[in-house]
């Protein structure tokens, strides 16, 4: 199956389809788009997202995939190994929450475009920083005891799910944004534990492509 995964490399949701491909062992072209040039706006990309966000995944025969979680799931209903979630409805239904934490409840509050609408607002530096910390910690709050109480090396269990696909991109953006990582030990743990793993690896936005140098 030949795949191209239309990427930005710093942007966290289409770092979470890499790991998914990556975890699933499929090869795919990238396509960078330049979030911040506004490549994602008119043009060819927004023809093939109208949304004009990323990630989008094309697939061999030309049917695009939207929204990370959407592909996410395809991945796992149409590479079913290695699974990226658990056999059980209840245990799947707990990671689902954990990513649903990240992708609904963190994410939407501080990615690009609400950078930038908060500072077409006259929102200085500090201002749009303790805005994205607030919401990073808010949910991150919410994970932790998630994730101590279910993990054994990844977010659930032994091995890397669902969960985990959400929650390294979301740490690397804590990262960025100053947010302090030593109020979330199991958090902390399984990052570390994922920067071991070579589909994260690979799957690092400073790997990527179209990455800046430092």
């Given at each position: 199956?030949?795949?191209?995964?239309?990427?930005?490399?710093?942007?966290?949701?289409?770092?979470?389809?890499?790991?998914?491909?990556?975890?699933?062992?499929?090869?795919?072209?990238?396509?960078?788009?330049?979030?911040?040039?506004?490549?994602?706006?008119?043009?060819?990309?927004?023809?093939?997202?109208?949304?004009?966000?990323?990630?989008?995944?094309?697939?061999?025969?030309?049917?695009?995939?939207?929204?990370?979680?959407?592909?996410?799931?395809?991945?796992?209903?149409?590479?079913?190994?290695?699974?990226?979630?658990?056999?059980?409805?209840?245990?799947?239904?707990?990671?689902?929450?954990?990513?649903?934490?990240?992708?609904?409840?963190?994410?939407?509050?501080?990615?690009?475009?609400?950078?930038?609408?908060?500072?077409?607002?006259?929102?200085?530096?500090?201002?749009?920083?303790?805005?994205?910390?607030?919401?990073?910690?808010?949910?991150?709050?919410?994970?932790?005891?998630?994730?101590?109480?279910?993990?054994?090396?990844?977010?659930?269990?032994?091995?890397?799910?669902?969960?985990?696909?959400?929650?390294?991109?979301?740490?690397?953006?804590?990262?960025?944004?100053?947010?302090?990582?030593?109020p979330y030990p199991a958090i902390a743990a399984v990052a570390a534990r994922c920067a071991e793993h070579p589909a994260f690896q690979a799957a690092h936005p400073d790997l990527q492509p179209d990455?800046?140098?430092?």
């Amino acid at each position: 199956m030949a795949l191209t995964l239309y990427s930005h490399w710093r942007a966290t949701a289409p770092y979470r389809v890499r790991i998914g491909l990556n975890l699933k062992g499929l090869p795919y072209d990238y396509a960078p788009v330049n979030l911040q040039a506004g490549e994602q706006h008119g043009g060819a990309y927004s023809r093939l997202n109208p949304q004009e966000l990323t990630p989008a995944l094309e697939t061999d025969d030309g049917r695009v995939l939207t929204q990370s979680l959407a592909i996410l799931e395809w991945l796992e209903e149409t590479h079913p190994n290695p699974p990226l979630l658990p056999a059980d409805p209840l245990d799947r239904a707990v990671v689902r929450a954990m990513a649903g934490i990240v992708a609904c409840d963190i994410h939407p509050l501080n990615n690009l475009r609400i950078q930038q609408q908060l500072t077409a607002m006259g929102i200085d530096d500090a201002g749009r920083l303790a805005w994205t910390q607030r919401w990073i910690n808010d949910g991150f709050a919410a994970l932790e005891p998630l994730i101590a109480a279910h993990s054994d090396g990844f977010a659930f269990g032994s091995q890397p799910t669902l969960a985990d696909c959400l929650l390294i991109p979301q740490v690397y953006s804590a990262d960025r944004f100053k947010v302090d990582l030593l109020p979330y030990p199991a958090i902390a743990a399984v990052a570390a534990r994922c920067a071991e793993h070579p589909a994260f690896q690979a799957a690092h936005p400073d790997l990527q492509p179209d990455a800046k140098p430092k």
